[in-house]
């Protein structure tokens, strides 16, 4: 009889412990993503949708034909401003230059915005530029950081109008060293995973808002009260299959612009419950896409995708020693 009770009473005992371990588990797990925003399906405000919305803005100058007939492998998606006109010169000239990976067919298009001197019309000299080189998308709204968000928006919404036979996007900034060869072999060697809901960079796990008004990057509650970000990957360069530019342009109507483009990026991936990708080795760990300046060695950049960091000329000189050193690694 006490035996019977014993192990009566251990059961229950055990039963107890397991309950109480799994609503404690429940609990941390609640606690832990309501730190993020919820993923419901309510459209934002029509004022708040309005400032990010590409149907309030329009591409003034255009590239609408760039990827007719054609299947763009990548393309690259460089944000400038109208001034910038010495890195388009050098971006041209190194890893954005046609065939640069004979074989490949790879587009390019600088996204400029209007200057802060309101001008109705393109300024003469990029619409020269524009035709002389066809790579030029000029937007009106005003070219500022804050309004990088805008721009992503654009690039994205871009993609998913004028170019969807493209298989990859990726989004550059001008100052970035890009190893496209690799690129290239990284993506060809990703397979279907690759294929569909796939964007890939250096990932930011644990970024939260800044509560310092004194801060470049100070977000109130009121527009952010979550108290972290989702993983989302460094605005300096990220690589993605095109179906999720327009993904990323539809999960817009539901998620609060905020002036950090690349962590608004993050938020709609996560409304839309998508992963970014890490692009790492392992043995020996790298960051493929790095986000610190490394020194210049051939061996060190032709184990990168991206290196930051570089003023236009210094991207002319490292490219050219790039090409021309036949040193293996
Ligand atoms: C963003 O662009 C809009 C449209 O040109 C402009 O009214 C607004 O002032 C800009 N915002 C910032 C913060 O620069």
Known sequence: MITFLRSKLLRYFIFCSVALVLVLLCLF?????????????????DELYKVISSSTYRYSLNQPELCEGREPFLVFMIPVTGE????RAAIRKTWGRD????????????????????????????????????????MNFLDTYQNLTIKTM??????????????????????IFVNVPYLVRYLQNQGKSSERDYITGSVINDGHPRRNQHSKWYLSEDVYPESLF?????????VFSIDVAKKISWASRFVRPIPMEDVYVGLCLHFLDVHPVFCRTFFPYRNLFEIRHLEYDKCTYAQRIIVTGFTPSQLLNIWQHFQNDRSSC
């Open 29 to 45: 797990w609640r606690s832990s993503t309501s730190k993020l925003p919820s993923r419901r399906l309510v459209t934002l405000e």
């Open 84 to 87: 910038d006109s010495e890195s």
């Open 99 to 138: 065939n640069v990976v004979p074989g490949v067919d790879i587009a390019r298009l600088f996204f400029i915005g209007q200057p802060r001197e309101p001008k109705p019309q393109p300024e003469e000299y990029l619409q020269k530029e524009s035709s002389e080189y066809g790579d030029i998308i000029q």
């Open 154 to 175: 654009m690039i994205m919404n871009w993609l998913a109008t004028y170019c969807p036979s493209a298989r990859y996007g990726m989004k550059v900034d001008a100052d």
């Open 230 to 238: 989702p993983p989302y990957v460094s605005g300096a360069g990220y």
